[in-house]
C-alpha cells in the first residue's frame, strides 16, 4: 500500500501504542519518531510516507485541542492511492469501517474514498490524475 502526498497531518487516538502497530500494520514501515507523554507513555508516533515523505503524525487524544470532536467528521484529507480499490480493501480488512465507497469524481479519472480507521479518524484515499502527473508514473 502506498500513500502518497501531503505534508503533515495528525490523527488522534486514545491509545498511541494500538494505533501505532495498526498503522505499522496499514504502512508497512515502522514509526520513525516516537516520544512518550508526561506519564511516561506513548504518547507521538510519526511516519514518513510516500514519494515525498510525508508526515503522519498519531498523537495523543489528550493534546488534542479543546473541543475537538472524538466522532469522525469535518475536512477528509486524501491521500493519493495507485490502486484505490485494492488500498481501500486492505483498510476495510485491517478493521477500518467505510465511510464514503469507492466514488468516481466525473470523467477525468478522479476517484474518492474514505474509511474510519479504528481510533475515529478520517482516512480519505483518491486516485488522481494530477497527482500521477506532477510527481510521476506509479513506482
Known amino acids: 500500500m502506498s500513500l502518497r502526498g501531503f505534508a503533515t497531518i495528525n490523527y488522534w487516538a486514545d491509545d498511541i501504542a494500538a494505533a501505532a502497530d495498526w498503522y505499522t500494520e496499514v504502512l508497512g514501515v515502522k514509526p520513525y519518531f516516537q516520544r512518550p507523554g508526561p506519564d511516561g507513555a506513548l504518547a507521538y508516533a ?3 510516507i510516500g514519494d515525498n515523505e510525508a508526515e503522519l503524525g498519531l498523537v495523543s487524544r489528550s493534546f488534542a485541542p479543546p473541543g475537538l470532536s ?3 467528521g469535518g475536512a477528509v484529507m486524501y491521500w493519493h492511492v495507485d ?5 481501500v480493501a486492505r483498510l476495510l480488512e485491517l ?6 465507497p469507492v466514488t468516481p469524481r466525473g470523467d477525468l479519472g478522479f476517484v474518492t474514498a474514505s474509511v474510519v480507521d479504528p481510533f475515529g479518524n478520517v482516512v480519505g484515499v483518491m486516485y488522481n490524475p494530477h497527482y500521477v502527473e506532477q510527481v510521476g508514473s506509479s513506482r
Not at 83 to 87: H, Q
Not at 95 to 100: D, Q, R
Open 46 to 48: 510519526e511516519f514518513r
Open 70 to 72: 472524538a466522532q469522525p
Open 83 to 87: 490502486d484505490l480499490e485494492a488500498v
Open 95 to 100: 478493521g477500518a469501517t467505510e465511510l464514503e
